[in-house]
């Protein structure tokens, strides 16, 4: 992956919300093994659920929703996890930890970031 200061860089009004939504993600996993957690699985899908990032920290498995809003006029990123999102998200955290016999701890965590690319790691967010 390119630097932190490229990915954030690539981060224009020009590109569709997908493509910003993909170099969040790419920004929030960096912002997460710079903190010493290990990539389990990205954008790991059951049925109608998706969870962009599963991480290992130590012994927990914790699962990452990440949001990007590129204007806070409606509201900050963080806030558009919705109670029905998070709960596909524990739906397919539930088949994950189910396919993949874990049986250790387990966190639910949501990364915000904002218009000026500051990332805001929410742990324990949900569940």
């Known amino acids: ?5 490229e990915s954030i860089a690539d981060l224009t009004p020009f590109q569709t919300p997908k493509a910003q939504g993909h ?13 010493s ?3 389990a699985d990205r954008n790991y ?3 109608k659920s998706e969870i962009d ?8 498995l914790v699962f990452v929703e990440v949001k990007y809003r590129s204007s806070t006029k409606f509201g ?8 029905n999102q998070q709960r596909s ?5 539930e088949h994950y930890m189910i396919t ?7 966190r639910f965590d949501i990364i915000a970031v904002d218009a000026k690319y500051h990332i805001t790691h929410f742990e324990d967010a949900f569940y």
């Open 76 to 83: 900050h990123p963080e806030t558009f996890v919705s109670p």
């Open 89 to 93: 998200i524990i739906e397919g955290a």
């Open 23 to 35: 170099k969040a993600e790419d920004l929030a996993l960096d912002y997460l093994l710079r903190k």
């Open 100 to 106: 993949n016999n874990w049986q250790g701890n387990i």
């Open 37 to 39: 957690y290990v990539l």
């Open 1 to 5: 992956m390119d630097t932190l200061a």
């Open 53 to 60: 990032l599963i991480m290992r920290q130590k012994e927990t």
């Open 45 to 47: 899908r059951h049925k």
